[in-house]
Every structure is written in C-alpha cells, then in structure tokens.
C-alpha cells in the first residue's frame, strides 16, 4: 500500500509563496513520475508540473517561471515551490505518483488560497 501525504498549504496574499511538499510512504517501486495537480471550484483537475525519475520537470504554462518543482528520491518527497502567487492559483492541489505496472497514486489534497 502506497500513501502520499502532502502539507504545506494555506492562505496567502497575492504575491506571496508557499511551498508544497508530497512524502510517498508504503511499497514505492518503479516509480515512473510525480507531480502535482490542481483542481478549483467548477473546473477539472489540470496538471500543474511533473518530474520523471531521472528527467527535469515539466510546467503548465501558466505556472512556468512562478513554479519550481524538485524531488528527494532518497526522502522520497517533492516540493512545489510556488512563488509570486495570484488569485487564480486558488485550487485544491493534489501529489500524484505513477508507476511502472502498480498504477497511479494520490494525496488527499491541499487547500491553497490567494487573496487579499
């Protein structure tokens, strides 16, 4: 069983960061990328950025520039640095992790919002 535990969520004032962390617990094995997702009220759950084992990091375009996504294999754990923050990054922000034939998955979610 694997478990991904995020944190690092909250309000903040536009302009402002956070930092997003992800810690995977459990049977890891073949682990092909992980990244972060979000969801807002009323829209699908879009792909904010990713990483591959071994590769660089990936962006929505929305968030290239403000993002910086990073991974401690040994810690098993990213990070989502998100810095200059706007209102419309206000969403539920979701760790996903997917593997090589043990299928995808999940954090619980966390709240992030920006405003004044």
């Known amino acids: 069983q694997v478990q991904l535990v995020e944190s690092g969520g909250g309000l903040v004032q536009p302009g402002g960061s956070l930092r997003l962390s992800c810690v995977a617990s459990?049977?890891?094995?073949?682990?092909?990328?992980m990244g972060w997702y979000r969801q807002a009220p009323g829209n699908q759950r879009e792909l904010v950025a990713a990483?591959?084992?071994?590769?660089?990091?990936a962006y929505a375009d929305s968030v290239k520039g403000r993002f910086t996504l990073s991974r401690d294999n040994a810690k098993n754990t990213v990070y989502l640095q998100m810095n200059s923050l706007k209102p419309e990054d206000t969403a539920v922000y979701y760790c996903?992790?997917?593997?090589?034939?043990?299928?995808?998955?999940w954090g619980q979610g966390t709240q992030v919002i920006v405003s004044s």
């Open positions: 996903q992790m997917r593997t090589y034939g043990s299928g995808d998955y």
């Open positions: 990483i591959p084992s071994g590769g660089i990091p």
């Open positions: 459990g049977s890891i094995f073949s682990i092909k990328d």
